[in-house]
């Protein structure tokens, strides 16, 4: 069964520094997203992104965050300057098609410290 | 107002019953309605999709639609231990062009 793979499982990083959550969605998928979920909390929505650009991001995609599909196979979040807020599980997820069901990936759980 | 709107439980059933679960949304165009089941510190997987009025059956799986009165929910059949999990509502929004949001899940715990 295709899945999406999100590498690292966990990352450890200080506040103030620089990560990249990388994705590689399903290969025939064309719709990528990228959701967080703090814990105990809901899904919530960061970006959707088609056709090399962003399609809609939410008020948590702010300034500090950047989407990037820097080559045919993988999709990366980066966060600039991380804040202890960002802690979070971050979670990819792709589409054959806009508004269908997606395939998430098994998340990146990012710490901030 | 909430975008999506989901009891948060624990909802407990006996094996074998049939477990309910509800979700409103807000926003009147949604066209796009899925349901998602969550197992504690992994991943939302897929289980429903629905986009007409109605009821779409799968497997032990019923998702019904109700668009004037801004309600789905979730019936599951012949309910089984391995089906303890949260279950997600999420709703696309009419409003924005590829969006889908989640409402907060309702955990439902089957008893053996």
């Known amino acids: 069964e295709p899945e999406v793979t999100q590498t690292p499982s966990h990352q450890v990083t200080q506040m103030g520094q620089e990560v990249i959550l990388r994705c590689v969605p399903i290969s025939n998928h064309l719709y990528f997203y990228w959701y967080r979920q703090i814990l105990g909390q809901k899904v919530e929505f960061l970006v959707s992104f088609y056709n090399n650009e962003i399609s809609e991001k939410s008020e948590i995609f702010d300034d500090q965050f950047s989407v990037e599909r820097p080559d045919g196979s993988n999709f990366t979040l980066k966060i600039r300057s991380t804040k202890l807020e960002d802690s979070a599980m971050y979670f990819c997820a792709s589409s054959d098609r806009e508004r269908f069901g997606y395939t998430f990936g098994s998340g990146t759980r990012l710490t901030v410290v | 107002q909430k975008e999506v709107e989901q009891n948060s439980g624990p909802l407990s059933v006996p094996e074998g019953a049939i477990a309910s679960l509800n979700c409103t949304y807000s926003?009147?165009?949604?066209?796009?309605f899925f349901w998602y089941r969550q197992y504690s510190g992994k991943s939302p997987e897929l289980i429903m999709s629905i986009y007409s009025n109605g009821d779409k059956e799968d497997g032990r799986f019923t998702a019904q639609l109700n668009k004037a009165s801004q309600y789905v929910s979730l019936l599951i059949r012949d309910s089984q231990p391995s089906d303890s999990a949260t279950y997600l509502c999420?709703?696309?929004?009419?409003?924005?062009?590829?969006?889908?949001?989640f409402g907060p899940g309702t955990s439902l715990s089957v008893i053996p």
């Open positions: 999420a709703v696309d929004l009419k409003t924005s062009y590829d969006k889908v949001i």
């Open positions: 926003d009147r165009g949604s066209q796009s």
